[in-house]
């Protein structure tokens, strides 16, 4: 008998315990939230207590890069007039591909003037590379490979229109926002 009123102690101080520690969680993320001003989900800062957004904004410019797509030809930040990141373990980036392929064929976009950086190991990476491959330039990368970094990216997918100085057109996980581009 003892021994299930100790049981019963225990699992009761657990669960204060436990209790007490949500508490603290949900007050400390209200007092982040409060901080933000309303209709503010991102942040483009990385002070204390900030989320980075998960793209670069509109006119910012990434920086310099360079890297090799998976046909052996050098790439860098040059041309690339539609950029998206994906990786198969993202189950929006698989859900997002088809509009972006059909983003830039519907634009006239040339093979050189796309983007596609897969973030992983080529093996886990095939099945994405083979549905871009025919519309897109292909890097596979690490997280935080050279292009991922030049485009400061903090969630997947990650796309970006650029305009023809190099500096971002518009931006998102989606094509939200982007503009209606039609052939030349």
Request: one cysteine or more.
């Amino acid at each position: 008998m003892t021994y299930l009123v100790a049981a019963v102690v225990l699992c009761l101080t657990l669960t204060v315990l436990n209790l007490v520690v949500l508490l603290g969680v949900v007050s400390r993320l209200r007092l982040l939230g409060a901080a933000r001003p309303p209709g503010h989900s991102h942040s483009h800062g990385h002070g204390r207590g900030e989320v980075p957004a998960p793209v670069l904004p509109p006119g910012a410019t990434p920086a310099e890069f360079a890297a090799t797509t998976l046909d052996g030809e050098p790439v860098d930040g040059r041309g690339a007039r539609l950029v998206g990141f994906f990786t198969p373990q993202c189950s929006l980036c698989h859900e997002r591909l088809p509009q972006v392929i059909e983003y830039a064929e519907r634009g006239g976009f040339r093979r050189e003037d796309v983007l596609a950086v897969l973030i992983g190991d080529p093996e886990e990476t095939s099945e994405l590379a083979a549905r871009l491959g025919a519309v897109a330039r292909v890097v596979v990368e690490e997280i935080d490979g050279p292009v991922y970094r030049a485009f400061a990216v903090h969630g997947l997918p990650a796309m970006y229109l650029m305009d023809d100085r190099g500096a971002v057109r518009a931006s998102g996980t989606d094509l939200t926002g982007f503009p209606v581009v039609t052939p030349a």
